[in-house]
């Protein structure tokens, strides 16, 4: 069964440290991993896109890794802003899902002025 | 443009109504997602359309009646719903149907049921 798991569930920070979030997903054959913030009550933000080809991808403070053979992926986020809090959620497409995002169930960041 | 909107934001529904959720697009994408997410907890995908087409179910039950009018649109019937149907509704789109598409988020409806 394909699987996403995030740990930890929840994390908090002062601001300016760095975030690294872990995801993690049981079948190495996928298409792509998708990271999303959300905030309280709000929709999903697309951050970043990793296609299966792809080591890492950047944008701004944030940079995401993917290592297919392991199962790993993580999310970095510098210089940590109290704007940054909300909660961030990994989404694997795997290859025996079709077109589906399979989500890991999230972690919640708090960022402390 | 990123955009997906969703209309109406907040809904209270008894469970005798019919009521419709709308999502609207104009990015030109070819596939629509409506997604179920409960408090705490992940997105589930309820249904998605390709093409203008139904391609997946994630069997859910009748009460909810997807419909997709036309490339741009696509509605969610609701009718005789349960109160543990209360939930936030998303509704995504992505380029192409192909699985190698980033798919972007409206902000939701928040569905009550009482």
Redesign the interface.
């Known amino acids: 069964k394909q699987e996403v798991t995030q740990i930890p569930a929840a994390l908090s920070v002062p601001e300016g440290e760095n975030l690294v979030l872990n995801c993690s997903f049981t079948d190495s054959a996928i298409?792509?991993l998708?990271w999303?913030r959300q905030d309280p009550?709000?929709?999903?933000?697309?951050l970043l896109?990793i296609?299966s080809s792809q080591r890492e991808q950047t944008s701004g403070r944030l940079n995401a890794s993917l290592d297919k053979s392991s199962g790993r992926s993580t999310l970095y986020i510098a210089a940590s802003q109290p704007g940054d809090s909300a909660t961030y959620?990994c989404?694997v497409?795997f290859?025996a899902a079709?077109?589906?995002?399979t989500?890991?169930?999230?972690t919640r960041v708090l960022v402390k002025p | 443009d990123t955009e997906v909107t969703q209309t109406p934001k907040h809904l209270v529904m008894g469970m005798t109504n019919k009521k419709s959720l709308k999502c609207e697009q104009h990015m030109g994408h070819r596939a629509m997602y409506w997604y179920k997410q409960k408090a705490k907890k992940p997105p589930e995908l309820m249904f998605v359309y390709s093409y203008e087409k139904l391609s997946i179910n994630e069997s859910v039950p009748s009460r909810f009646s997807p419909e997709c009018p036309n490339s741009s649109l696509l509605n969610l019937h609701l009718h005789a719903l349960q109160p543990e149907d209360s939930a936030l509704y998303l509704c995504a789109s992505s380029q192409d149907p192909s699985a190698t598409y980033e798919q972007y988020f409206g902000p939701g409806t928040r569905l009550t049921v009482t």
């Open positions: 298409y792509n998708q999303f009550g709000k929709g999903l933000t697309s896109l296609q959620l989404a497409v290859k079709g077109n589906k995002l989500f890991g169930g999230g």
